[in-house]
């Protein structure tokens, strides 16, 4: 009997771009495709995907890619995968509940990919898939149509939690489904690979129902206008908010592409209801009173592009924050984010916005289960092993030992890593050789590796700026036969612009000179890295600063 892998390519030792690939006798399946946004240090980056690349190889094994919900972290790099497998093979088809293959089209369709099989899966189906089965089991989350996945498989079956919640009061359907959960481990669930993103809170996660009336009581007290920022593909938050502005009166507007989208997905599937007449389109906000107007919009994680982001330093095109307008914070940072989120609420203050968190009331419920909630989900299932995922190191930790806790033999949880795959067979598990995986960075619409140095020097010109210094010499004798043309961006220069431009020029003849006497230096590229070193020395002492320092020599 062949053995069965699981082999995380994202999601572990870091908050996003969920991706795991479940293969068995040859074949594979591929549960979630997510990607994560960059953080302050990648500069010039616009979105963090997985390394998939051992998918890119074994494209043509590939039987499906199964989404459980439609977030970002689980569905944003779907059409890179799409793309990249594309040129192997034929795609594979794609699998999830309503909500999540509607994200998923459009999310293709923007990306011109339309030779793509989409399956819509009911939670009670079981498709087969090679030598796998599949089904969805239905779960809570900050998203309709979440679900875990089954994987069932001769040696056993695979259950991939997603993301989920325990919540009994849910917004929209029914609880998740425990009886089905308890069901799969009366069977027998051979591995658990589950959730561990809010593991280190006590308890249970509060219920979204909660957060309705909570939105109505502080809307209740605002006297102008009212903006809430929350994740765009939280279509439960977004009809709470309507309803707490139809319950005051007040007209909504939708602030950000990805919000107008997915409310358009979410009313057309029946997720979303909102009265008719109630909708203003983002230029129409002006036209009505203050106390009349609540605005939803992106940007609840101070993404630089983002509606809410470009609102606070005043770069929106259509909508300008002023005082006395409160912006509420219908989310939270995730890690990594804190310091965006924190820096775009500073600009709120400054522009004389109040601003309402978590902190300050109950205007938000994770969609993720608390410790009580991980240790329901292990004594549900029964797990034979354990392997948690989405989380950084120090979740995956504290999800091991609530495994252990609830019974599950220290020897069988395993804390793995991105790249670092399981194999179980009839003799047991263990980790297997590391496969390749990482991060591929997208610029702009293209992916690609942006090595090291391509960030370090984005960070340099960023923080320092550059300076360009142009010299002209004589072929024949190398001495220069015009003044050396100095430019700079981006440079902090105080008062001694001029003088430092003189003694750049100094430094270039003497360089000049040094190599022509002394060294007997011709060569291009030896003449401009010995005056990159002089520059950049002339430079730092004048500014202790270390811009960027490109000379470019030119022969005549």
Same mark, same amino acid.
């Given at each position: 009997m062949s053995a069965l892998r699981v082999l995380p390519l994202g999601g572990l030792g870091e %908050?996003?771009?969920?991706?795991?690939?479940?293969?068995?006798?040859?074949?594979?399946?591929?549960?979630?495709?997510?990607?994560?946004?960059p953080t302050p240090e990648m500069v010039g980056i616009d979105l963090v995907l997985p390394d998939f690349s051992y998918l890119r190889e074994r494209a043509r094994d590939i039987e499906a890619i199964v989404v459980t919900?439609?977030?970002?972290?689980?569905?944003?790099?779907?059409?890179?995968? %799409?793309?990249?497998?594309?040129?192997?093979?034929?795609?594979?088809?794609?699998?999830?509940?309503?909500?999540?293959?509607?994200?998923? +089209?459009?999310?293709?369709?923007?990306?011109?990919?339309?030779?793509?099989?989409?399956?819509?899966?009911?939670? *009670?189906?079981?498709?087969?898939?090679?030598?796998?089965?599949?089904?969805?089991?239905?779960?809570?989350?900050?998203?309709?149509?979440?679900?875990?996945? #089954?994987?069932?498989?001769?040696?056993?079956t695979v259950l991939l939690t997603g993301d989920y919640k325990f919540d009994q009061t849910p917004v929209d359907g029914p609880p998740a489904d425990v009886s089905r959960l308890a069901e799969l481990g009366r069977e027998g669930v051979l591995l658990l690979c589950g959730d561990s993103t809010n593991v280190d809170r006590d308890g249970f996660s509060p219920s979204e129902s909660r957060v309705g009336r909570h939105l109505e009581e502080v809307f209740s007290r605002c006297e102008g206008r009212i903006l809430v920022t929350s994740f765009a593909s939280n279509i439960h938050r977004v009809q709470q908010v309507v309803d707490a502005a139809t319950a005051l009166d007040r007209k909504v507007?939708?602030?950000?592409?990805?919000?107008?989208?997915?409310?358009t997905i979410g009313r057309r599937l029946g997720h979303i209801e909102i009265p008719d007449g109630m909708l203003l389109q983002p230029r129409e906000v002006a036209d009505f009173a203050d106390e009349r107007v609540v605005i939803i919009s992106t940007g609840s994680q101070g993404e630089p592009l983002s509606a809410l982001r470009r609102m606070a330093y005043r770069d929106h095109p259509q909508v300008q924050l002023k005082a006395g307008d409160t912006v509420v914070f219908s989310a939270t940072p995730v890690p990594g984010n804190e310091r965006a989120v924190n820096e775009t609420i500073d600009r709120l203050y400054h522009i004389g916005c109040d601003v309402i968190t978590t902190r300050d009331a109950p205007v938000h419920a994770s969609g993720h289960g608390h410790a009580e909630e991980v240790k329901l989900m292990l004594n549900l299932t029964q797990p034979r092993y354990v392997m948690p995922v989405h989380g950084d190191f120090k979740r995956l930790r504290m999800h091991a030992e609530l495994a252990a806790a609830v019974g599950v033999a220290p020897q069988d949880i395993f804390q793995s890593d991105n790249g670092l795959p399981l194999e179980i067979d009839e003799r047991g598990a263990r980790f297997a050789a590391r496969?390749?995986?990482?991060?591929?960075?997208?610029?702009?619409?293209?992916?690609?590796?942006?090595?090291?140095? #391509?960030?370090?020097?984005?960070?340099?010109?960023?923080?320092?700026?550059?300076?360009?210094v142009?010299?002209?010499?004589?072929? +024949?004798?190398?001495?220069?036969?015009?003044?050396?043309?100095?430019?700079?961006?981006?440079?902090?220069?105080?008062?001694?612009?001029?003088?430092?431009?003189?003694?750049?020029?100094?430094?270039? #003849?003497?360089?000049?000179?040094?190599?022509?006497?002394?060294?007997?230096?011709?060569?291009?590229?030896?003449? +401009? +890295?010995?005056?990159?070193? *002089?520059?950049?020395?002339?430079?730092?002492?004048?500014?202790?600063?270390?811009?960027?320092?490109?000379?470019?020599?030119?022969?005549?």
């Open positions: %908050i996003g771009k969920n991706m795991t690939v479940v293969e068995y006798d040859g074949r594979i399946v591929v549960v979630d495709v997510g990607l994560r946004f919900h439609g977030h970002e972290d689980h569905l944003g790099a779907l059409p890179w995968v %799409i793309r990249e497998i594309s040129e192997r093979h034929a795609p594979p088809p794609v699998y999830g509940g309503p909500l999540t293959i509607a994200m998923a +089209q459009s999310k293709l369709e923007e990306h011109r990919l339309k030779d793509v099989e989409l399956e819509e899966l009911e939670t *009670a189906d079981v498709v087969e898939l090679g030598p796998f089965s599949l089904e969805l089991v239905h779960m809570t989350h900050s998203i309709p149509d979440a679900c875990a996945v #089954a994987l069932g498989t001769d040696l056993g507007a939708l602030v950000g592409r990805s919000m107008r989208k997915n409310v496969e390749r995986s990482g991060m591929v960075f997208v610029d702009g619409v293209e992916i690609g590796d942006v090595a090291d140095v #391509a960030l370090r020097d984005r960070r340099m010109l960023s923080a320092d700026g550059i300076f360009v142009v010299v002209t010499i004589a072929e +024949q004798d190398g001495t220069s036969v015009a003044d050396p043309e100095v430019i700079f961006r981006g440079v902090p220069f105080m008062d001694e612009a001029g003088k430092l431009v003189d003694e750049i020029r100094d430094t270039v #003849a003497a360089t000049l000179h040094r190599a022509a006497e002394d060294e007997g230096i011709r060569e291009i590229d030896l003449l +401009q +890295q010995m005056l990159h070193d *002089a520059l950049a020395k002339l430079v730092y002492d004048r500014l202790r600063r270390r811009p960027m320092v490109l000379p470019v020599v030119v022969e005549v």
